[in-house]
């Protein structure tokens, strides 16, 4: 039998996959995430390592957490991940999971990766419908709420939004129900994956640049900081969002964060 460790991303796609797994038996033995090493907070999600150690602790999975500098290039993160792998293998894991969708360029860069180290890749949600993945989301008990929203589809009042039946109706017609291409993030937070509630409070919503990336929409996932403002969050307000849509620029996206707060 497969000893499977998962990519964790402390959302909903993620939690959805770790459902389908456990459900049919294929629980993983380990879940893997990666944080920024400055931050200390999980890549485009934003959401806190304290926040992602409650959460492995009320699945009851153990996690391992790959720390992320941000002077960290390509070259230099494939060989880290590479390294990261060859430990679990190392370890008798010979299967990562992943809860992407549908963008073939990920999934072919993740395979890629993978193959190189000897490990198989599981996609348990692959080809799904987005909006039927969604209402099965909603369907199993499982809660999360919006933790990061592209400003080029939402305002800041998107950030905070619970995902519920009536969630898609609050999309714009052009992005994808589960967020694939990047639009929005979650942290799930109960559930039956769970064995109690992971409970905070709604922090400061800030605004933060990043310079666009290339042509690949999968891409969107590790755009590039903007010097000087991805490290110096605002906390917005209206005249502050008004000033920053005016002066938004073709080379660089806007993502509007939530900050969790952990209770204890």
């Known amino acids: 039998m497969p000893k499977r460790f998962m990519n964790w991303s402390s959302g909903k796609d993620s939690a ?14 380990l879940l893997l995430t990666t944080i920024s090493k400055e931050e200390q907070r999980i890549g485009m999600h934003g959401t806190r390592r304290e926040l992602l150690e409650e ?3 009320a699945i009851g999975i153990p996690l391992q957490i790959t720390e992320l500098s941000a002077s960290t290039d390509h070259e230099a993160y494939n060989k880290l991940m590479y390294d990261t ?15 992407d969708i549908f963008l073939e360029d990920l999934r072919n ?10 490990i198989n ?25 919006i933790v990061a929203a592209l400003q080029e589809h939402f305002d800041e009042d998107f950030v905070g939004t619970e995902i519920d039946s009536s969630f898609i109706s609050k999309l714009p017609e052009e992005v994808d129900p589960c967020g694939e291409y990047g639009e929005f993030h979650s942290f799930c937070y109960n559930g039956p994956i769970f064995k109690q509630e992971i409970t905070f409070e709604r922090g400061d919503k800030v ?24 490290q110096k969050s605002e906390t917005l307000d209206s005249n502050e969002e008004s000033r920053t849509r005016s002066s938004d620029s073709d080379s660089r996206l806007g993502f509007y964060y939530l900050d969790l707060i952990p209770n204890n």
């Open 55 to 57: 959460q492995a602790a």
């Open 16 to 29: 959805l996959c770790l459902h389908r797994l456990i459900e049919s038996g294929n629980a993983p033995e």
């Open 121 to 145: 890749g599981e996609f348990p949600l692959w080809k799904n419908d987005t909006k039927t993945l969604i209402k099965e989301f909603v369907n199993s008990g499982l809660k999360s709420v």
């Open 109 to 118: 860069y993740r395979e890629t990766q993978l193959n190189e180290v000897g």
């Open 85 to 99: 792998c060859m430990q679990l293998k190392s370890e008798g894991f010979d299967t990562a999971v992943f809860g």
């Open 207 to 230: 605004l933060k640049y990043y310079n666009k990336p290339k042509e690949s929409k999968s891409e969107i996932r590790r755009p590039e900081p903007v010097e000087g403002r991805d």
